[in-house]
């Protein structure tokens, strides 16, 4: 729209907008559409004197309103991504929080159900009748067990995928390694007759640095695998240390079904929910996680997965991770045992105080307690514990307390935090069905000694009651 004189032209001599008080006499107008036809608005000239614009300075005026079109399209793609940035951040937190919320909804249960089963269970170890005990008791188990591996490969997933999971490099014995994942594998390999064989190729260092809990995952999904698809033969567990290169390698060696090339190219994409093939997931069950998120802990640890299979005749699965610095190396012979009994934890005259509001883990967790000599108080929520330790006039002494993070009125976080203000010193262990990594350092945070996840584990809980306690004893002795 160009006006030469707008106190002459028909379009305008009558507004006052323009020829009133501003006295705009000349006017020259492009649009600034972009390439969707959407009009950001228009690029004005205006003097307070009449003018004739040329041919050349509209096309100036056009070369001018492109560029400004240029600008502003730029600057609205810009504000459209950081919108989209803030959307996405907004939503990254909303899945964490569904994440943590969805570990705390299934934990929470899952403690009474193998807390239970393994009363159960021990119970028929301990060699009592057992004609009056259902078989079903040993199936609930191993299935809460089972459904407990799948909700944390689905876990550790989500928290790789959102770059929140962390590994924690510290001195690790690789024998040990080996003799806790082969004590879990041991019982499945059992009930199918199959042996278990394990093989030192070299002279292993004591130590390494590395993930004891990753790799010990990892080893674990190797096992687990080997003696799912394996239904006769035997499992081998090869340990080597290259010690000039400062790689150690663990491999797991199966007589199973094997996979083929296709199988094998397809796997070594470490694809979430992906197996061999469909028939194998109708076969044998599973998620296809486990592969996907050994490979991904495997690279946070700096190592690599690496497969060999022969269909019909068996698979090898290898976990290369670096050592770290070595020490001189101590021959370390796992043909002689890989499994040791547990020493027995003895807390008698250990004073106990258990903040918890659910009944059932109320139960479960002063069975636990009580069977190895300690004392159990019950505070059904935050306030009624820091109420007992406060403001109870005789002043009860515990050695340790147990404290839930997630309960009414007061939760454990805020109940930590009033006893740490109001100066007690008596070591707080925190029983959280969160388990995402930020979710540890919190409860340490606010004043916690200890941390145990749900579901609680019989043996676990009892070791860091002792730790914490035994630490105390030493801080007061000193």
């Known amino acids: 729209m160009i006006v030469s004189d707008a106190s002459k032209d028909d379009r305008t001599k009558d507004n006052d907008l323009v020829t009133g008080p501003l006295g705009i006499r000349f006017y020259a107008g492009i649009p600034l559409k972009v390439s969707t036809g959407e009009s950001l608005g228009t690029l004005c000239v205006i003097d307070t004197v009449p003018r004739t614009i040329t041919p050349s300075m509209i096309d100036d005026l056009e070369a001018l309103a492109a560029q400004a079109t240029s600008q502003l399209e730029l600057r609205l793609k810009i504000a459209q ?31 009474a159900i193998i807390g239970y089963a393994d009363i159960l269970k021990q119970t028929l170890d301990d060699g009592f009748d057992q004609s009056g005990l259902p078989n079903s008791v040993v199936a609930i ?9 799948i909700i944390n490969d689905i876990l550790d997933l989500s928290k ?49 640095q590395t ?37 150690l390698t663990i491999s797991v060696a199966d007589t199973g079904i094997g996979l083929s090339q296709e199988q094998i190219q397809a796997l070594s994409e470490f694809k979430a929910f992906h197996q061999a093939d469909q028939s194998t997931t109708r076969q044998y069950g599973g998620t296809g996680l486990g592969l996907c998120v050994s490979n991904m ?24 991770v670096p050592t770290g610095p070595l020490a001189h190396p101590t021959a370390n012979d796992l043909n002689q045992s890989v499994a040791h009994p547990s020493h027995k934890v003895d807390l008698t005259g250990l004073r106990i105080l258990l903040a918890e509001d659910c009944e059932d883990s109320q139960r479960l967790i002063r069975h636990f307690l009580e069977q190895v000599g300690a004392s159990i108080e019950i505070a059904s929520n935050g306030r009624v514990a820091v109420d007992r330790i406060l403001n109870s ?17 007061l939760d454990g976080y805020e109940a930590t935090q009033v006893l740490r203000n109001r100066g007690t010193t008596t070591p707080i262990i ?11 350092q919190r409860c340490l945070d606010v004043g916690c000694d200890g941390y145990c996840a749900k579901p609680i584990e019989r043996e676990a809980l009892i070791s860091v009651c002792a730790q914490v306690a035994n630490a105390r004893s030493r801080r007061n002795a000193a």
Request: proline fraction near 6%.
């Open 81 to 111: 991504l950081e919108q989209s940035q803030e959307e996405a951040r907004v939503a990254n937190e909303l899945k964490s929080r569904f994440l943590a919320n969805m570990s705390h909804e299934i934990r929470t249960p899952m403690t």
């Open 141 to 149: 188990h191993r299935n809460a067990q089972h459904l407990l591996v």
């Open 211 to 247: 993930d004891p809990t990753r790799l010990r995952q990892i080893v674990l999904n190797f096992l687990s695998n080997a003696v799912k698809f394996t239904a006769e033969g035997s499992v081998a567990v090869t340990v080597a240390c290259d010690l000039e290169r400062e790689l």
């Open 160 to 208: 790789i995928e959102a770059g929140e999971l962390d590994v924690e490099i510290r001195p690790t014995t690789p024998k040990t390694i080996v003799e806790q994942a082969l004590a879990t594998i041991q019982p499945s390999a059992q009930r199918k007759n199959i042996e278990v064989k394990v093989d030192c190729e070299s002279t292993l260092p004591r130590f390494i």
């Open 430 to 440: 925190a029983l959280t069905a969160h388990a995402m990594p930020t979710d540890r």
């Open 297 to 320: 802990l495997a690279e946070k640890l700096g190592g690599f997965i690496d497969i060999e299979s022969t269909l019909g005749q068996g698979s090898v699965f290898s976990i290369t």
């Open 393 to 409: 006039p005789d002043q009860p002494v515990f050695d340790v307390i147990l404290m839930d993070m997630q309960m009414p009125e």
